[in-house]
């Protein structure tokens, strides 16, 4: 089968991204595909570190601002829908970049995981939730780790959702989602180059994110989080980092400066369950940014690496 290739640029939140897929699209021809569950939505520019314009370079960019803040999202309909995006972009000749931070988006997209119609049971849903409330999370993800000790493993226990989904499939079909993974990998319609971003030394990227935070409330993230708190009305989407960690604020509980270091704090704990995540993955090529004394040295190795996998070298 003929597959369509694709580039794969991961890792944590601050590493430099949405820089590097944007480079690799102006020199190899290409278009970027969001790979963020946040950034699907419109407004929260700042909280979800959205690429500004200027940053785009005029670089088209898919699956990004396009869901109101009341409506919730699946992955199966993100999986759907960037798949399109990806056929389209080739189908021009040009080179899909897939760019994002959250895994499951990344892993379902790429791996093309079978989501089965016949998986969803909106009754059975409303039900694990119901438990999940009474009972708290910890107990259901307990029981994923019964049949599914290797999905348990990758799942943060505060996480109600994909815990009830992997109970929901389970239930459903019979089947685990490591097992559903493992049978898409043999079929994905992609040759995919994956390129991750990190750094050998943790402070260097944890420093990063606190001036990005500092930067984002100098752009003006406090008033973007109480617009968007005051109609987003417990959507999956108000908890974003960075608008959850301001609500105690708003709410006069805590001091402005406490918010902000709750925020530095979660944004920190994001980027290491991003990376727990991203380390299972044996494909990756991974660039590690401290390690770079110049921008375009960095820029240079991510060439290299999409070079030899447009040649054959590197594919899967």
């Known amino acids: 089968m003929n597959r369509i290739p694709v580039v794969a640029v991961v890792g944590p939140t601050a590493s430099g991204k949405s820089d590097l897929a944007v480079e690799i699209c102006r020199r190899f021809g290409g278009e970027v595909v969001s790979a963020d569950s946040m950034q699907i939505y419109k407004g929260m520019d700042i909280a979800t570190a959205k690429p500004t314009e200027e940053e785009k370079q005029n670089i088209p960019h898919h699956m990004m601002n396009f869901l109101d803040n009341t409506e919730d999202y699946s992955v199966a309909l993100y999986q759907q829908a960037a798949a399109a995006c990806i056929a389209e972009i080739y189908s021009r000749g040009l080179l899909p970049v897939v760019c994002g931070g959250t895994g499951l988006y990344v892993d379902t997209l790429l791996n093309n995981v079978k989501l089965s119609e016949d998986s969803y049971d909106e009754e059975l849903r409303v039900s694990l939730l119901k438990r999940a ?9 307990e029981e994923v780790r019964a049949f599914d000790p290797e999905y348990a493993e990758k799942l943060h226990p505060n996480n109600v959702k994909r815990i009830v989904r992997a109970l929901e499939v389970y239930k459903t079909t019979g089947t685990t989602m490591t097992e559903q993974n493992k049978l898409s990998k043999q079929t994905s319609p992609y040759d995919v180059c994956f390129i991750g971003l990190d750094a050998e030394d943790r402070q260097f990227l944890y420093d990063r994110i606190d001036r990005r935070v500092d930067v984002m409330l100098e752009r003006g993230l406090e008033e973007e989080a109480r617009e968007y708190l005051s109609s987003a009305n417990g959507s999956t989407s108000a908890q974003a980092i960075g608008y959850k ?17 709750n925020l530095k704090k979660a944004t920190r704990r994001y980027a290491k369950r991003q990376l727990t995540w991203f380390r299972r993955n044996e494909r990756i090529n991974w660039l590690y940014i401290d390690k770079y004394q110049k921008r375009d040295e960095l820029m240079s190795d991510a060439f290299a690496i999409v070079e030899k996998f447009r040649k054959g070298e590197t594919s899967e």
Request: proline letters at 4%; zero cysteines; glycine letters at 8%.
């Open 245 to 261: 960690e301001l609500q105690p604020f708003f709410d006069g509980a805590i001091t402005l400066d406490e918010a902000v270091e």
């Open 133 to 141: 409330e009474d009972e708290g999370a910890d107990r259901l993800l």
